[in-house]
């Protein structure tokens, strides 16, 4: 097959020119940087609106507080970018540093504002959103009032955000720094190897069973070393929470993720209800496959093994390709968003050590590009990641017509259109298989995700969940942490493994994370929201793409319950909408477990 061949690492400086000590970013953080001093100042001589004659005021601010976020945000992705490409990059913790100092300067002042303009009378509120310039920012300006009105005085508020540079978020950017100083040895095929723990995870999925037990267990024991110093680092995030929610007086830690997530407690509740009751048919897919791997029972170094050698491996330029012709399939402006993607340089994909594990996808709003962090190493599992990513580079894409304030989705809905995009490869690749053996495989890949989304997924929802619930009472020490670990994996897994990975919490990023608290269930959801999402677009075939962009531009004007109800007409509080798609994911199951018993 002829492939087009495209650059395997990203190009920024195409933002900024000279990556961590870059003088055009320097230039660009000193020009934000005044520009915040000036809102500053304009907010604290803005007085809250008495009467529709103040709606220009509060719309220049709206606009000059829009610069400065897109401002931020770019150099924001940037520093993301440069952390991620080279953990030993010191510069990039320099630049993120004074990233995460101006985000918080600049958050004090539009709290500020936001605050001040929360306390106008209804009525001149009313006729403030009638204004034609402030319309359209009426979702956004209304969930600001109300927010607003759960928080302390501008002055608290603002004494919280100066706190939380060296107290909040630079306990988040300690775990990283930990995290960029680990390195295990590991033999791979008769070599001995020095690797990240990023590039030591893409090996859980390796084809030699003893390449994955010493994976697990080299891994288990780094993390098991620097146990107390995570312990520390998760805890300080956890108590900066609670004491804030504490003096807010929020009682439940779940206010804050859903109401960020945009989302009803009913659902959240729906959604792990229907879950948690369609749990046997994946614990017999799971002692089916240790079977298969000549398992008594399924242990966690194997659960991401492969049950063939059948499936074939893709260079990065054939996975390319393969993502671009199944997504022409579902439409011509994802595909030829995709290529351009691709050809431009959007994508960091090398396999090379010193890069941070995972991935993930960040834009860039003054620049209207998105750029898209990986490591891939050739499997159709990293195929579907890579479509993933793109997903949700496409729904930033999408958005490019709203205002960049109504393009501020939040993560569950994120996490739908990158499992959206997956799912279109995923499916191909299936149906595509030259062989038994080989569709077997891929569609084990594919019920793997299953796997992912409502076990390890729910595993962290529950170990989260109890460990604020212990955190409230005091630190909660390592061995602790384990345990809950150890108890969330078991009830999660419905007893289908018979060992643990203790350690997970410190090995998680996503717990360690600071913008986005509860880092788990919008995966969860996405999944599932994605699953009826995709049953219309094969339902409708190419011509469902506009429709499908709509869906997109309304995830950041609307709650989840009301985008659900606008384009699917479909209640999401109920469970029977979370098993139609759970049903979907059943039959994948049970199709890999008959393919392989014949």
């Not at 604290?44 to 945000?73: C, R, W």
């Not at 927010?147 to 002055?155: N, P, R, Y």
């Not at 020095?194 to 030591?200: E, F, I, N, P």
């Amino acid at each position: 097959m002829s492939t087009a061949t495209y650059p395997e690492t990203w190009d920024l400086d195409v933002f900024f020119k000279g990556g961590s000590e870059s003088d055009e970013l320097q230039q660009h953080l000193r020009t934000y940087e005044g520009k915040i001093d000036v809102f500053a100042k304009k907010v604290e001589q803005f007085n809250t609106p008495e009467s529709s004659d103040s709606s220009y005021l509060v719309y220049q601010h709206i606009q000059e507080a829009k610069g400065i976020m897109m401002g931020i945000s770019q150099a924001g992705a940037f520093a993301s970018c440069l952390e991620a490409q080279d953990m030993n990059d010191t510069g990039a913790g320099v630049v993120r540093g004074k990233v995460t100092s101006m985000a918080a300067e600049f958050g004090a002042a539009f709290q500020a504002f936001q605050q001040k303009l929360a306390k106008t009378e209804d009525q001149v509120w009313d006729s403030l959103l009638e204004d034609d310039g402030l319309k359209e920012y009426t979702f956004i300006m209304t969930e600001w009032r109300e927010a607003a009105k759960d928080k302390l005085s501008e002055a608290e508020e603002g004494l919280i955000s100066a706190l939380s540079v060296d107290g909040y978020h630079g306990w988040g950017q300690m775990y990283n720094a930990l995290v960029s100083e680990m390195s295990i040895e590991i033999e791979v095929d008769g070599e001995v190897k020095k690797l990240s723990v990023g590039q030591a995870n893409n090996l859980r999925s390796h084809e030699n069973p003893h390449v994955r037990e010493e994976v697990h267990q080299k891994l288990e024991e780094a993390w098991s070393k620097n146990e107390n110093l995570f312990a520390q680092t998760l805890n300080h995030l956890g108590g900066y929470r609670l004491a804030k929610y504490k003096k807010r007086g929020w009682d439940d830690f779940m206010k804050e993720p859903l109401e960020y997530n945009r989302m009803k407690p009913e659902t959240l509740d729906a959604m792990w209800g229907a879950i948690s009751k369609s749990k046997d048919v994946f614990v017999k897919y799971l002692d089916h496959k240790a079977k298969l791997l000549g398992l008594e029972k399924m242990s966690w170094a194997h659960i991401g093994a492969p049950i063939s050698e059948s499936v074939k491996k893709l260079s990065y330029d054939e996975g390319a390709a393969f993502i671009l012709k199944h997504f022409k399939k579902f439409g011509p402006e994802m595909a030829a968003f995709a290529e351009k993607a691709f050809e431009e340089g959007w994508i960091e994909a090398e396999d090379r050590s010193g890069k941070r594990p995972g991935g993930f996808c960040t834009g860039f709003p003054l620049s209207e590009q998105s750029r898209i962090f990986m490591t891939y190493s050739g499997s159709m599992s990293n195929v579907a990641t890579l479509a993933h990513e793109l997903g949700h580079a496409f729904h930033t894409y999408a958005l490019r017509p709203m205002d960049p304030l109504n393009r501020r989705y939040a993560m569950n809905v994120a996490e739908t259109a990158s499992t959206f995009a997956e799912m279109i490869v995923s499916d191909a690749a299936v149906k595509e298989a030259d062989s038994k053996d080989e569709q077997a495989a891929l569609l084990e890949d594919k019920v793997s995700r299953s796997i992912a989304f409502f076990m390890n997924i729910h595993s962290r929802f529950i170990f989260e969940q109890r460990f604020y619930e212990e955190r409230k009472e005091g630190f909660v020490t390592a061995k602790r942490l384990n345990e809950l670990t150890t108890q969330a994996q078991n009830e999660a897994y419905g007893g289908a493994v018979t060992d643990n990975e203790p350690h997970f919490w410190a090995s998680k990023l996503h717990f360690h994370i600071t913008g986005v608290p509860f880092y788990n269930f919008p995966y969860t959801f996405g999944y599932l929201f994605s699953l009826s999402v995709y049953a219309r677009a094969l339902e409708e075939g190419t011509a469902y793409e506009e429709k499908y962009m709509a869906l997109l531009r309304d995830t950041a004007v609307m709650t989840t319950e009301e985008l659900a109800m606008k384009h699917l007409g479909e209640d999401i509080t109920t469970e029977a909408f979370w098993m139609k798609g759970i049903e979907l994911c059943i039959q994948d199951a049970e199709e890999f477990i008959r393919l392989t018993s014949e």
